[in-house]
């Protein structure tokens, strides 16, 4: 499909025609599809507001700078959740870590689980080691998919101030929590995380296993 041909599905006044156009954006240049896209990030509908958003941790690297803009306002302005989560998302796609202070203000404001998981999650992509102390303090939560999230971030983050606070995961009883334990420590290596990891090769739940095995590069 052309760019023209894509341009009226954009203008179209139906909601579906918009998101077929978006989803079209994909096979023009992307110099091309962020222009095509900016209008749709204010669009009157929260689903076409979703996508365009989306598909900003891509097509935003064209122009950063507007990119940051553009989510800035949705992260905090927004009407709709999960289009604020997306936003907080693009920020750690595009590594814009000049967006810290907005992140940390909408975690700390907003009471809708999804965008303190959405933040959670996306920190450690983001790799600013400001985050440690919400994914610390998201790591005590009582929200499991808080803590699950905090303990890939704290991974991905690579800070080691995080290996005192996973190691003693190694006990937890949810499996779950113990593999993406396994998963973390990759990241952190270090001789006691290596360590933890010969213990968790040995787990009796084989995806745990296998996963410090691989961590161990076995």
Known sequence: ????????????????????????????????????????????????????????????????EAALEMIRDRLSNDSETDVRSAAADAIAGLKLTSAFPDLLKAYQETSEWLLKFSIIACLGELGDSRGFSVLQEA?????????????????ELGDLRAIPLLIPLITDQDWQIRHRLAQALGHLKTPETVETLEKLALDPIEQVALEAKRSLGR
């Open 139 to 155: 790591l005590l939560s009582p929200n499991e998919l808080f803590k699950t999230a905090a303990i890939s971030s704290l991974g």
């Open 1 to 64: 499909m052309n760019s023209s041909d894509i341009q009226k599905l954009l203008d179209s006044s139906d909601y579906g025609d918009r998101l077929s156009g978006l989803n079209f954006l994909r096979q023009l240049p992307a110099e091309e599809g962020f222009r095509m896209l900016k209008p749709l990030i204010q669009d009157n509908n929260a689903r076409v507001r979703y996508s365009a958003v989306s598909q900003l941790d891509t097509l935003g690297k064209v122009d950063p």
